[in-house]
């Protein structure tokens, strides 16, 4: 993931950035596969991104996936047997993808639009005008929705209807990367990153801030090289908040106190995972590394896949799972950064990290093209 162009603020009439390679991507070599990942179904999602701008990744939940495509077609499919359960219109072109919780579908429209469906059959609960372009998922929890759009606002809504409960505000620079994280929800809090490099947290009642902090300052001449978004959603992981900037740091901080533990240097903008003891990242180069949570220290970092346009990392059954531009899913080992398998399921680039249920991966590629993969290696006999 290089640096960037302007293309998109023409395009989509924004301020921001789009990631554009700079560099050629690493070619893949052959490896030893220590098991051969197989399909377990796959499905139309609707109309190709044929702008190639947005990020579109499933939402799965209650044993359904539910994938948009640019247009605004809704599908929900059974996870295990990928039949179509229901599918829905929501009258507009989407910008942020699919999301939700509390029973929800939410989808984000490229006008500031927000529509919430029903999980289990599709119905409209509500549609609202929010006046902000959101590129990531908004979500629900808490009785809430939270959306944060690239205006640099964080929105909050009540679930039941839509109303707008309380909003705030962050300065927006002059220039940043295509896309915005996801905020954080939580029972009595919601945590968001922004393209200025804070992290703040909001009491969710009424929006009360309770602290910001700084993941990254911007630094050198050029707004290219001050741009330092926190796109990546922060994770929160018994009691310590963990939060990554492009340009900036990987930072762990006490939710309770907003004292820094650690932090070190390193530019990303896709979404963390993690496992009980290690957070595992694509920086922005595309180098899949695993850091040890308690200290910030390197475990591995695997450089095979560099500026393959690599998705940010998936973590299941004591593996890592990257998707990549050319449509391919990479397995790697969590001990030690081994790639240990490799499966093309679409011929388009995945865009955003793999959903899992835990026994199943899911992915959308850019041509509409949604499959589920096993995510499991099958043991020994």
Not at 359 to 371: C, K
């Amino acid at each position: 993931m290089g640096l960037l162009a302007l293309a998109l603020a023409v395009a989509l009439g924004g301020c921001s950035g789009k990631r554009d390679h700079v560099e050629p991507p690493t070619k893949l070599a052959d490896i030893q596969s220590s098991f051969t990942p197989r399909e377990v179904w796959s499905a139309s999602a609707g109309s190709a991104d044929g702008s190639g701008l947005l990020s579109l990744a499933p939402f799965v939940a209650e044993g359904l996936v539910v994938a948009v495509d640019v247009r605004g077609q809704v599908s929900a499919f059974d996870a295990t047997s990928g039949t179509l359960r229901w599918r829905r219109e929501v009258g507009f072109a989407v910008s942020g993808g699919v999301g939700g919780g509390m029973g929800l579908v939410l989808v984000s429209g490229r006008k500031g639009e927000l529509a919430a469906l029903e999980l289990a059959t599709g119905e409209p609960r509500w549609r609202v005008e929010t006046g902000s372009l959101a590129y990531a998922p908004a979500v629900a929890g808490a009785g809430r929705v939270a959306l944060r759009g690239l205006d640099g606002r964080l929105l909050v809504l009540d679930a039941a209807n839509g109303e707008r409960l309380w909003a705030d505000t962050r300065p927006v620079p002059p220039l940043s990367l295509q896309g915005t994280s996801r905020p954080l929800l939580l029972e009595d809090a919601v945590i968001a990153g922004f393209d200025n490099g804070e992290l703040s947290a909001y009491a969710l009642a009424n929006g009360r801030k309770l602290f910001t902090l700084n993941v990254a300052l911007p630094k050198g001449r050029s707004e290219v090289e001050r741009m330092v978004d926190v796109d990546s959603t922060p994770l929160l992981d018994r009691g310590v908040l963990y939060a990554l900037a492009y340009q900036g740091r990987l930072v762990a901080i006490d939710a309770a106190t907003a004292q820094t533990l650690w932090a070190r240097e390193l530019s990303g903008f896709s979404d963390l995972a993690q496992d009980r003891g290690a957070l595992y990242l694509t920086d922005a180069r595309g180098a899949v590394m695993a850091v040890d949570k308690r200290s910030g220290k390197s475990l591995w970092t695997q450089d095979a896949l560099l500026h393959r346009g690599v998705t940010g990392p998936t973590v299941v059954d004591g593996m890592v799972v990257v998707g990549d531009r050319e449509g391919y899913l990479h397995w790697l080992s969590a001990e030690d950064g081994r790639l240990l398998a490799r499966l093309r399921p679409v011929s388009s680039a995945l865009t955003a990290a793999p959903r899992t249920d835990g026994e199943r991966l899911y992915v959308q590629g850019r041509d509409g093209r949604l499959v589920a993969v096993s995510a499991r290696a099958p043991t020994s006999p």
